[in-house]
């Protein structure tokens, strides 16, 4: 009885016993955070190359030296910083309006699925232009249970547009 008494007043290993029942929250609100900045870093830089690779397109840059789909995705994945498999992943839609009236807006995730009738044309001077892309990303924190995604099988869409209207070329 004394043993148990010592024991039940022993408060050695109460750090490490406090460790253990903290850590493994406290390591998954921190990947969590580190996935979410990923995540918002890659999705800021596809943006940003889509803003940019529109610019030639409203420029006329495009349409002079016959862009393709194919060239207009290298494009956006050579103006991002950090690709990450853009070139194999990346989807494109493009929409050419000649006024605004006659726009429509299409969401590339339909029921969970991520379905993108890929499309490019560059338009003509004066004309309206909707360019949607779309990346889908990985999820890292799958293995947690964590399953805030929204796509079926538990990727996410990171997704960029740019409506514009091309300059007189």
């Not at 969590?32 to 889509?50: K, P, Y």
């Not at 956006?76 to 605004?100: A, W, Y």
């Not at 339909?110 to 890929?118: A, I, T």
């Amino acid at each position: 009885m004394r043993l148990h008494r010592r024991l039940l007043r022993d408060e050695k290993g109460a750090a490490a016993i406090e460790f253990a029942l903290l850590a493994m929250p406290f390591l998954m609100l921190v990947f969590a955070i580190l996935e979410v900045s990923l995540m918002f870093f890659i999705d800021s830089g596809l943006d940003s190359a889509l803003q940019r690779t529109a610019r030639e397109v409203r420029t006329g840059a495009a349409a002079s030296n016959s862009w393709d789909l194919q060239k207009f995705k290298a494009r956006v994945c050579e103006n991002m910083t950090f690709s990450f498999g853009c070139s194999d992943t990346l989807l494109v839609s493009t929409q050419v309006m000649s006024d605004f009236s006659s726009r429509s807006y299409k969401s590339g995730v339909q029921n969970g699925v991520l379905s993108v009738q890929e499309s490019f044309s560059p338009g003509g001077s004066g004309d309206y232009v909707l360019i949607q892309a779309y990346l889908p990303w990985d999820s890292t924190l799958a293995f947690a249970g964590i399953k805030a995604h929204t796509l079926q099988d538990g990727r996410y869409v990171l997704a960029a547009a740019a409506l514009f209207r091309n300059e007189p070329f």
